[in-house]
Nanobody, 118 residues
């Protein structure tokens, strides 16, 4: 079982930037970032598979960058040009199954970090 701890959330004005981090308790092959706004369903934001292939939601392409430091077991999400619509709880997710990374399905989840853009 992998434990995930997110950090880096906060309040920022529109147009600003934040960098989220997700520390994993062990190496994880595939990881992703999700977000959930109040009253909305959780949605995938970005993911990376074991080969380093990246996928982004259309709404964040060109503004967000996902990266993974395997030496530190840490996942990052650099968020630039933030908009009010980016507000929500951001969750880190992970998967170590042999075929992971091809979908937005992940078995392990962190507790989330709040991002508020005004």
């Amino acid at each position: 079982h992998v434990q995930l701890v997110e950090s880096g959330g906060g309040s920022v004005q529109a147009g600003g930037s934040l960098r989220l981090s997700c520390a994993a308790s062990a190496y994880t092959a595939c990881m992703g970032w999700f977000r959930q706004a109040p009253g909305e369903e959780r949605e995938g934001v970005a993911r990376v598979n074991m080969l380093g292939t990246l996928r982004y939601a259309d709404s964040v392409k060109g503004r967000f960058t996902i990266s993974k430091d395997n030496a530190k077991n840490t996942l990052y999400l650099q968020m630039n040009s933030l908009k009010a619509g980016d507000t929500g709880m951001y969750y880190c997710a992970a998967d170590n199954s042999w075929a992971c990374g091809g979908t937005w399905d992940f078995p392990y989840w962190g507790q989330g970090t709040q991002v508020t853009v005004s």
